[in-house]
């Protein structure tokens, strides 16, 4: 996680704010940095920590135990809406690049796309446990090209008919998928849109939103205001909607639990699933299940259309055979529930409600404490959020080697649970990975300034550009 001023997971601006410019970084005065932009990185940089190192539950509201499960989906689409945020500050803030500036404000971002996915491709090689969101990231910001002009009004109508559309969409591609072997996807780059926890079809009414707002003056306190009050409206709607639709439509099969559901990993493998055991209230009879990423778990019934091969793939089923037919994958929850990384219309406005409050949050915050001269209380996450593709990077591959140091050591005690040590996933770990970042990047920017890789990907894109 799967799951990145500039963009999110991009190289932020320089201090003195030029990346903040026009598109080619030269007719606009140096702008200020966003201070509460930085913090709202840095807030989803530690959740993404969270989400990835500390084997967070399940978030049930009911719960005070799983309050920590908030960190799983709701990082990662933070980062996508502060990707589109990021995207128009870099490309002329409130006023969208004009004609002599366009091309260049477009090289600007393919190249930081391109960067990514290239980035992404090699996170890949070191087989870091999560699922890497670079790619999808990349996907998302080449898609911001045609419409980098637009105005805030066009990009939100637009976001609103991706969040309305293409989840459903996207349920019903995947349902005619599994019933007839012969249609694909459109190979990788049709997977990126279509599968895993990032789906670019749906996610790409984060970054429209995000593009939308910051077209906006985000220095005003009505913007501000704006923010966090839709954003807690949104979530409520999206939430609410669903927790109301899915009491009265309850799931027609049980055993198609999605992610974020009540099972429980044992850290070992089998033939018949890896290792998961079902948790209270759950009946996962007759179903093989698959760890996700951030913890989220998959349940397929055997002999159903998604159902999963021996060696725990998931395979295709012959169409016309029981269970075959694209109706039966289709449940209620694929629709209306709001599940972390579900992709749903519920979940896209709920957890891009919770990104636009914390956005919102964090700028008025940030506000708050200059005028009081107190910006030092959040200095520390703001430097973390200055520099996430740096800190992604160097998560996943710490996450890497904790990991394989992990089942080393399982290894060494003949297997079974006890041989898991806090390095698997724990809280203990995420306070590891906090603490490092929370020292290690305010002094990094003291001494050095932007992050290595946002240096990197930066004069990358500016060379292209003045070329």
């Known amino acids: 996680m799967t799951t990145t001023g500039a963009e999110a997971l991009l190289p932020a601006p320089r201090p003195d704010g030029s990346d903040h410019g026009t598109a080619a970084g030269t007719s606009a005065a ?12 840095g807030v989803a940089v530690l959740g993404m920590f969270a989400a990835h190192a500390a084997a967070a539950p399940t978030l049930l509201a009911a719960d005070p135990a799983t309050w920590g499960g908030v960190v799983h989906g709701r990082s990662s689409i933070l980062f996508a809406t502060l990707a589109g945020v990021s995207v ?23 190249v930081r796309a391109a960067c990514l996915f290239g980035l992404g491709g090699l996170l890949q090689l070191v087989s870091t446990p999560v699922a890497v969101i670079l790619e999808h990231y990349a996907v998302l910001l080449v898609l911001c ?44 780059l049709g997977a990126l849109a279509l599968e895993g926890p990032y789906p670019v079809l749906v996610w790409a009414a984060f970054v429209l939103a995000g593009l939308a707002v910051g077209r906006c003056d985000l220095g005003a306190a009505r913007v501000r205001r704006a923010l966090v009050v839709g954003g807690v409206a949104l979530a409520v709607l999206g939430y609410g909607a669903s927790w109301a639709v899915t009491q009265a439509v309850p799931s027609a099969d049980p055993a198609a639990v999605g992610a974020g559901s009540d099972l429980a990993w044992d850290g070992s493998s089998s033939s018949s699933g890896p290792g998961l055991v079902p948790g209270a209230g759950v009946d996962v009879t007759g179903s093989t299940c698959q760890r996700w990423s951030e913890g989220a778990v998959y349940c397929a019934a055997d002999d159903g259309p998604s159902a999963f091969n021996p060696d725990g793939t998931q395979g295709t089923p012959v169409p016309g055979e029981e ?18 990384h579900s992709a749903t219309t519920p979940e896209v406005l709920g957890s891009g409600g919770v990104a636009l409050a914390v956005l919102g949050g964090c700028l008025w915050l940030a506000a ?6 107190a910006g030092w209380l959040v200095a520390p996450v703001a430097a973390v959020g200055a520099m996430p ?15 394989h140091l992990a089942w080393d050591g399982l290894d060494a005690q003949g297997g079974g649970q ?21 020292v290690v990047c305010p002094l990094w920017g003291r001494l050095a300034g932007r992050g290595p890789l946002e240096r990197l990907v930066s004069w990358a894109a500016g060379r292209a550009a003045r070329a």
Request: charged share 15%; proline share 4%; with cysteine.
């Open 30 to 41: 140096p702008r200020v940095r966003l201070a509460g932009v930085d913090l709202a990185r």
């Open 88 to 110: 128009a500050l870099m490309t002329g803030r409130t006023t969208p690049p004009g004609d002599g500036e366009v091309v260049a404000a477009r090289v600007r971002v393919l």
């Open 145 to 188: 090209v045609p419409v980098l002009r637009w105005r805030p009004r066009r990009l939100l109508l637009a976001a609103a008919a991706v969040a309305l559309l293409a989840p459903s969409l996207r349920v019903l591609l995947q349902a005619a998928e599994g019933a007839s072997s012969w249609l694909g996807y459109g190979g990788q």
């Open 323 to 340: 269970g075959g037919g694209w109706r039966s994958a289709l449940t209620a929850d694929q629709f209306l529930g709001a599940q972390a």
């Open 368 to 373: 708050a404490l200059a005028r009081r001269r």
């Open 389 to 403: 593709l740096t800190a992604y990077c160097v998560h996943a591959v710490a996450l890497a080697l904790t990991s």
């Open 418 to 438: 006890e041989g898991q040590s806090w390095l698997a996933g724990s809280w203990q770990l995420w306070a590891l990975f906090a603490g490092t970042a929370l």
